[in-house]
C-alpha cells in the first residue's frame, strides 16, 4: 500500500524543489501538500489542523529573519507535530538546520555534539527542536530532526537572483579557496527523503536527529565555477567561517548515497533540472 505523506510547509523554495521532484511520485508515495494555494489550506499558526489521515508527516514550515519572525518556528514546528497526531501518522520528519550547531568547531559535527548556535536563527531552530523533543516525550508518532545543510538551489549562494552585471562577492578563507560548507542537490534530497519516509512507514525505528546533505563538503567557489555564475573575491576579512560540514555516517547507514553526490557540477544540474 502507498504511504500518503502530509508536506507542510510545500511553498517555500525546498517544498517547490520536492512537488517539481515528486509530479510524478513512486509508486509506493502519495504527496498531500500543504502550503498556500497548494493542496490542504491551513494557516498553521491560527487554526487547528483541518484533518485528514496521513501515515507520516514532513514538516517543512519555518522562517527566518528574511520571511517572518524567527520565534514563529517553535509554533510552526509543534503545530506540525500535532498534525501528524491527528492524521494517525507514525511518524514526524521535522526540518531544522546545521545551524543548531553553531560555527566555531572546524571537525566534522556529529549529531551527538552538543548544539552551540551562535546566531538568531540556529538558536530559533535549537529552540523549535527543543519544544519538539518536550512533545516527544508523550507522544505516540515518532519523531526525527532533520539538521539539513545547504540545498543546491534553496541557498543564498545559488538560489539568490542576482542583475547580470552583478558578479557574487565570496570571501577567501585563509590558506586559500573560498567557504567550505555540506551542500546536497534537490533531486538527491527528494531520493533521500523518499528513503527515509518508506522507513518510517515500515516501522522502521529513526533516530531522534539526522544530519541531513551529502559528503563530501563543498568549497564554495568550486560550486560557483560549476554554475558559470560570475563571480570575485572581495577583501580579506575577521570573522570569516572556513569550513562548516555535517558528519553524515548515520545517514550514509539508513541511505547510502552516490560517491559523486557532492560533485559540484552534480550538485548544479540537480538545481538546474527542477528550476
Not at 92 to 103: E, I, M, Q, R
Not at 113 to 129: C, R, S
Amino acid at each position: 500500500m502507498a504511504t500518503r505523506l502530509l508536506v507542510l510547509g510545500s511553498t517555500g523554495r525546498i517544498g517547490r524543489f520536492l512537488r517539481r521532484a515528486w509530479e510524478t511520485p513512486p509508486e509506493d508515495l502519495v504527496p498531500l501538500w500543504h502550503g498556500r494555494n497548494v493542496g490542504v489550506p491551513w494557516d498553521m499558526l491560527v487554526e487547528p489542523f483541518p484533518g485528514g489521515r496521513a501515515d507520516v508527516v514532513l514538516n517543512l514550515a519555518g522562517v527566518t529573519d528574511r520571511t517572518g519572525r524567527l520565534s514563529d518556528n517553535v509554533p510552526l514546528g509543534l503545530a506540525g507535530c500535532h498534525a501528524a497526531e491527528a492524521a494517525g501518522a507514525r511518524h514526524v520528519f521535522l526540518l531544522s538546520s546545521g545551524a543548531v550547531y553553531g560555527s566555531a568547531r572546524t571537525c566534522d559535527l556529529l549529531e551527538t555534539d552538543g548544539p552551540a548556535p551562535d546566531h538568531p536563527y540556529g538558536q530559533a531552530k535549537l529552540a523549535m527542536e527543543r519544544a519538539a523533543l518536550g512533545w516527544a516525550e508523550t507522544a505516540r508518532p515518532g519523531l526525527t530532526l532533520l539538521r539539513l545543510g545547504n540545498v543546491a538551489g534553496a541557498d543564498a549562494l545559488l538560489g539568490t537572483v542576482r542583475p547580470p552585471d552583478q558578479p557574487v562577492i565570496l570571501d577567501p578563507v585563509p590558506g586559500g579557496g573560498g567557504p567550505v560548507r555540506t551542500y546536497i542537490g534537490p533531486l538527491t534530497l527528494a531520493r533521500v527523503l523518499e528513503r527515509l519516509v518508506w522507513l518510517a512507514a515500515q516501522g522502521t525505528e529513526l533516530p531522534r536527529v539526522l544530519n541531513l546533505g551529502a559528503p563530501p563538503a563543498v568549497d564554495m567557489a568550486d560550486l560557483l565555477d560549476a554554475a558559470g555564475l560570475a563571480w570575485r573575491w572581495g577583501p580579506r576579512r575577521e570573522g570569516v567561517i572556513p569550513r562548516v560540514a555535517l558528519g553524515l555516517e548515520r545517514l550514509q547507514a539508513l541511505c547510502p548515497l552516490p560517491a559523486d553526490a557532492a560533485r559540484p557540477a552534480t550538485l548544479v544540474a540537480e538545481w538546474r533540472t527542477l528550476s
